[in-house]
């Protein structure tokens, strides 16, 4: 799933069966606030896409600040931020370096004040969609949940038959 609010209400009020996974753009500069509490009112489990901003966050002075009193890099500060909010955080990398440094997230915690500066850094701060992004990842949250049907045809046309039969009905 990559959905925004009333995407995911529409859906739930439209089937018995409740996404076990909602994946959203959330990092420090866009938290979507709205999204994170529809999914745990729902009992959804986050998954973050774009954990990192595609690096625009990691120059934040709070988060340097932050990364430099606990030995840290920013993209290591930012993981534990998602992680000690309960969501699922998945950095891409592909560089041997960078996949160490984003597993290396496991060995301090960020006290209630650090958690509260990278709070405030929420500005609606979306990354713009890569040359390679898909129709999900540009659905703005004001889009009309009637256009959102339409994606799920589009997106049935290549799933198998018996995941998208009820979507369809």
Known sequence: MNRQRLHLERLINASTIVP???QV???PALQNRDVIAANTRHGIATEVWSPLAQAAVLGEPAVTTIATAHGKTPAQVVPRWHLQEG???IPKSVTPA???ENLDVFDFDLT???????D???RDGRTPPSSTANDRA???????ASAGD????RSCAHAPKRACARRNQ
């Open 20 to 22: 076990a996974v909602n």
């Open 25 to 27: 753009e959330l990092h």
């Open 87 to 89: 969501r699922i955080v």
């Open 98 to 100: 960078r996949i160490a």
């Open 112 to 118: 209630v004040d650090e958690l509260s500066v990278i």
């Open 120 to 122: 405030a850094l929420d």
């Open 138 to 144: 540009s659905i703005p949250p004001s889009r009309p």
């Open 150 to 153: 339409s994606f799920l045809m």
